[in-house]
C-alpha cells in the first residue's frame, strides 16, 4: 500500500513540466529553510533570553540599589524606635533620636529622600541612603530587596540591618496593640538592667504618652524606620520595640528585628516572608 502511493507520487512528479518541476523543488526548499529559521530562532530565542535573565542578576548583584517607596497621603508620621515624629507636610526633617544616622525630606509628590550610612563592626560602610534609592556597598556580604511599600538590607546570615517601610495608621495602631501585650523578652530584660522597676507601667506610659501625642490627628501612613548600626565602641539598635545601645550583638538582639522578605533578592524579587 505505501509503495504503491509512493508510486504514484513518483509517477505525478514526472508528469510535471521542467517549470513545474522546478516551482516545486523551490517550495520544498522554501519549507525546510522556514522549518529550520523557525527551530534556530526558538533556540536563538531562548539562549538570549538566559544570557539577559543572567546579566539583570548580575547588575543587580553589582549595583545593590532599590528605590526608596513613596508616601501617598500627608499627614504621616515616622516611627524610628519607637519614637514619633510628625510630618504634616512636604519638607526636609531632622531625625527624632540624636543617634539615628539618618536624615529625611519628602518631596511634593511623595518621594523619600533618605540620606545616611550603616555601618558594620569594623566602621565600614554597608548600606547608604542616597537620597531616593538604597545602595548596599559590600554586595559580597549583604543583600537587599523590596517592592513597593518596604526596603530591607540583610547581612550573610539573612539577618536584617535596615529596613524602612510605609505603613498604613490603622495598622500602625494595630501593630501596637500586639506588641503591648506580646513585648521583646530582649526588650524587658534591658529596660530591667537599666534600672526600670516596673517594666509593664514603662510600656503602659510609653502607649498612653503616644495615644496624647497622636490625639485628634488624622495620620494617613507612616514611615517605620529599622536599623543596627555600630557607633563608636557600641552598636546602635532602633527597632518596632525600641531603641538600646549594646556593646556586642547576641541572637535577641538581632530578633528585634523580623526578616520582611525572601533572599537572595534577586531570585525573590519583592517575594515577603508572609507570602
Known sequence: MIEDRRKGVRAGYERLGP???FLFQIAIFS????????????????????????????LANVTMSRPVPFVLKF???????GN???MPTPGRYRPAISRCPFS?????DGSINLRGVIRDAEGNIVTEGTGDSIRVIQANKYDINSDAKAIEVVDANQRPVFQLMVISYEDFITEKAQRRSKHSAAMRQRMEAAGIPDVNMFLARNEQQLEEKLKGK???EVI?????TQQGETWWISSPDGSISVKSLEEDEWSLIPRLFCYPGYS?????VTQ
Do not use: C, M
Open 19 to 21: 517549470t513545474a518541476r
Open 31 to 58: 519549507v525546510l529553510l522556514t522549518v529550520i529559521g523557525y527551530i534556530l530562532g526558538l533556540l536563538s530565542s531562548e539562549y538570549y533570553y538566559a544570557r539577559s535573565q543572567r546579566a539583570a542578576r548580575h
Open 75 to 81: 499627614p504621616v508620621i515616622i516611627e524610628d524606635g
Open 84 to 86: 514619633i515624629q510628625e
Open 104 to 108: 529625611f525630606f519628602i518631596t511634593q
Open 218 to 220: 488624622k495620620i494617613e
Open 224 to 228: 517605620r524606620l529599622s536599623y543596627i
Open 268 to 272: 525573590h524579587p519583592g517575594k515577603r
